[in-house]
DNA sequence: CTGAAAGCGCTAACAG
DNA sequence: CTGTTAGCGCTTTCAG
């Protein structure tokens, strides 16, 4: 099977009459090594298709040129973008990418984290599980010397490196584009359960409080798991006395979900309801009409998390000087939220 | 910075007036470890938080508990689900996942595998890019003994482990279903670079040859490479003489842009026109009328991948005997193709 | 500019 | 049941 045996910096000592040492220098441009010598041993390297032992180079350096990413789901429109942007940055490092997933599980999450520094991953990228609260096991981590950059899903009031976008503002504006369109009573449809939507929920009612709109407490759902739940509680909204005539959705996912239910009720959008969604996903182009949203950069988000990341590698001095990189949200105002004037 | 170094074995050895095999073996259970010994081991070792150095393991055994996945690109609905149920395999076998995109291009592929087996993947799980021809720096791959599945996009005509679908029958089986809906004059639009959609393509007319319908090639569209592109095709096509009244998309994006040129021209779907994609992307279930598609396990094609994989890496003496597995595709019904009869 | 030698941390004969 | 010993392949002082 094993046709040819890998061959080591030893063959080619031997057949060229040096040291391993000097092939070694030779491989890697050491200055101290003559020109000539270096030529002969790379191309006989490359003649012998030489491939240096990683795992040997590893051991000495302790470097694996390894990053690992921790997402909660990779097969997720933002998360995979976010992961393809990381990847993309790794490879033009010369790094690999190793990647798990935590089913939005904390234990999970801890395990592959273990999972991750028995592979001795140079540094890791984390989007952080819903049930995840303590994370102590990432602080051990930061503590021990291994880069952490946190992304998106960022823990709560700890000081980290992390690569985010301002929740708060984006809804913010999102819920006044909705006033601004003439909503009088905009409901809030999504989750609440993570920090990012804690944030996204108060730039919501500070957009009502700055255009002195009331916040119903009867108009707040935080409970929107999945799509059926969702139009159900959409039914129930618009069938309340004095029904929502604007709703945020935390996410393009329920916003599509609201604007089914809704249409299937037979409320015209956006002539009696405007409803903005959170993502920029693929389907907020299908939806009809098509749904407005926040846009995040989630690829950008990816590669400015992996340079970062980088960074951190590089300065091994590193006075741990924790640093949040806010990336720039875009508002798109689609056919679900333009009143015609 | 690192506050601790890490704990070795021969801390541990130390610390118990053992040798360093002892340790080594009552950390992994040998049995020839005295019950009384490998308990006291085995606390001392958690106590100290010791974690095995995996580089030094892997420098004597060859193994590096890694496995590699090559794909076009990562953050596509297909793709990223594929990954997911490759990812959850090789945890569960203890295995951790390294990620690279081609995207799509030849040259990238080669030097993510390069970078792969640098890395000492134990094996690799590759769909190919449309550029790939030619594959001779993956069969070097197998015949220096690392286990290769390829899956989805498998290259043409090799002997070689793959987990796929079959493309001509599900093709076949769309396109009668059109058939079967009354279509007349079907249209393909899609791709043809590659193995994959050529056997869409043959499916596509073999239906239409046991109907006997005409196999019209103005109709047939194999360059629909991104919405514009495909609207303008739509368009062309419904514009000729005699116009398609059903239409097979090779995926559910063409299938999305072709509904979506053909309402905006006034052709009334599925009366007019019926429609079949194929992927079952979230988007099918949103555009109006929901788009009727051939539905991929691409998740547990992710699944059977990563088993048959670790199935050949276990069997060392692999007689190289190669199989290709094929998973059930089915076929969704929706209001695009369903005429009311 | 090149070589000798030690060692990264772990494993597995082989020998008790 | 436990210990001795010799590496896995590469890097890196320290000496020339």
């Given at each position: 099977?094993?046709s040819?045996?890998?061959?080591?910096i030893?063959?080619?000592?031997?057949e060229?009459?040096?040291s391993t040492s000097?092939?070694?220098?030779?491989?890697?441009?050491h200055p101290s090594?003559?020109e000539?010598?270096?030529?002969k041993?790379?191309k006989l390297?490359?003649s012998?298709?030489?491939?240096?032992?990683?795992?040997?180079?590893?051991?000495?350096n302790?470097?694996?040129?390894?990053?690992?990413?921790?997402?909660?789901?990779?097969?997720?429109?933002?998360?995979s973008?976010?992961?393809?942007?990381?990847?993309?940055?790794a490879?033009?490092?010369?790094?690999?990418?190793?990647?798990?997933?935590?089913?939005?599980?904390f234990?999970?999450?801890?395990?592959?984290?273990?999972?991750m520094?028995a592979?001795?991953?140079e540094?890791?990228?984390?989007?952080?599980s819903?049930?995840?609260?303590?994370?102590?096991?990432i602080t051990?981590?930061?503590?021990?010397g291994?880069?952490?950059i946190?992304?998106?899903?960022?823990?709560?009031?700890?000081?980290?490196?992390?690569?985010v976008?301002?929740?708060?503002?984006?809804?913010?504006?999102a819920?006044?584009?909705?006033?601004?369109?003439?909503?009088?009573?905009?409901?809030?449809?999504?989750?609440?359960?993570?920090?990012l939507?804690?944030?996204?929920?108060r730039?919501?009612?500070?957009?009502?409080?700055?255009?002195?709109?009331t916040?119903?407490?009867?108009?707040?759902?935080?409970?929107?798991?999945?799509?059926?739940?969702?139009?159900?509680?959409t039914?129930?909204?618009?069938?309340?006395?004095?029904?929502?005539?604007?709703?945020?959705?935390?996410?393009?996912?329920?916003?599509?979900?609201?604007?089914q239910?809704?249409?299937?009720?037979?409320?015209?959008?956006?002539?009696?309801l405007?409803?903005?969604?959170?993502?920029?996903?693929?389907?907020?182009?299908i939806?009809?009409?098509n749904?407005?949203?926040?846009?995040?950069?989630?690829?950008?988000?990816?590669?400015?998390?992996?340079?970062?990341l980088?960074?951190?590698?590089?300065?091994k001095?590193?006075?741990?000087?924790?640093?949040?990189?806010?990336?720039?949200?875009?508002?798109?105002?689609?056919?679900?939220?333009?009143?015609n004037?």
């Open positions: 099977m094993n040819k045996k890998n061959v080591t030893y063959d080619l000592a031997d060229l009459n040096l000097t092939i070694s220098r030779a491989l890697k441009d090594i003559a000539k010598t270096r030529r041993v790379k390297a490359t012998y298709g030489f491939v240096p032992n990683s795992m040997a180079a590893s051991l000495r302790k470097k694996t040129k390894i990053i690992g990413v921790i997402a909660p789901q990779i097969n997720r429109p933002f998360h973008s976010l992961i393809s942007g990381i990847e993309h940055i490879k033009a490092s010369g790094y690999n990418v190793l990647i798990s997933q935590s089913h939005e599980q234990e999970i999450e801890k395990g592959n984290i273990q999972a520094i592979s001795h991953v540094g890791l990228v984390i989007s952080i819903v049930e995840t609260k303590d994370i102590d096991h051990k981590l930061i503590e021990k291994i880069p952490v946190f992304v998106d899903r960022v823990p709560e009031g700890l000081e980290a490196d992390m690569v976008i301002d929740n708060y503002k984006a809804a913010f504006e819920t006044e584009h909705l006033i601004l369109q003439g909503s009088k009573r905009i409901a809030y449809m999504g989750l609440s359960d993570i920090w939507y804690q944030e996204r929920l730039g919501y009612k500070d957009a009502l409080k700055k255009y002195d709109l916040i119903a407490e009867e108009l707040i759902e935080t409970n929107c798991l999945d799509a059926e739940i969702t139009a159900e509680l039914r129930k909204c618009l069938d309340t006395k004095s029904p929502p005539d604007g709703i945020f959705a935390t996410s393009d996912t329920i916003g599509v979900s609201v604007i239910a809704a249409k299937a009720k037979g409320v015209k959008i956006p002539d009696q405007n409803v903005i969604g959170f993502n920029n996903d693929p389907i907020s182009r939806i009809e009409p749904l407005s949203t926040i846009s995040q950069p989630e690829y950008d988000m990816g590669v400015v998390a992996a340079q970062h980088f960074n951190k590698i590089s300065e001095n590193g006075i741990a000087q924790s640093s949040k990189i806010q990336l720039k949200t875009e508002l798109l105002a689609r056919g679900s939220s333009l009143r004037s």
